[in-house]
Nanobody, 117 residues
Framework: QVQLVESGGGLVQAGASLRLSCTSS??????MGWFRQAPGKEREFVGS????????AYSDSVKGRFTISRGNVKNTGFLQMNSLKPEDTAVYYC????????????WGQGTQVTVSS
């Protein structure tokens, strides 16, 4: 079993930065992904990080502003969000993919990010 614990959300003004963290306990995983869901909208992909290679992928809406990385603490990942915009307001979720089949097996509880204009 895998448990994901997220932290780092909050209320900031447009242009500010936030860093979210996600710590996974339990078995190792292949990829960590970040997603978000704004009120009244479907959940959308933000970015992902392949743990063994460091390969990252980002959605066009965050590319150049958000960066995913891994920390020194085992199985902890970060989502660094810079130049935040009001449209980035959402609940952010981390998730992990255990095997190489591209499906996310475990999800965090989500953390709220609110960006005021």
């Amino acid at each position: 079993q895998v448990q994901l614990v997220e932290s780092g959300g909050g209320l900031v003004q447009a242009g500010a930065s936030l860093r979210l963290s996600c710590t996974s306990s339990g078995r190792n995983f292949y990829r960590m992904g970040w997603f978000r869901q704004a009120p009244g909208k479907e959940r959308e992909f933000v970015g992902s990080f392949i743990w063994s290679t460091g390969y990252t992928a980002y959605s066009d809406s965050v590319k150049g502003r958000f960066t995913i990385s891994r920390g020194n603490v085992k199985n902890t990942g970060f989502l660094q969000m810079n130049s935040l915009k009001p449209e980035d307001t959402a609940v952010y979720y981390c998730a992990v993919q255990i095997g190489t089949i591209e499906t996310y097996d475990y999800w965090g509880q989500g953390t709220q990010v609110t960006v005021s204009s």
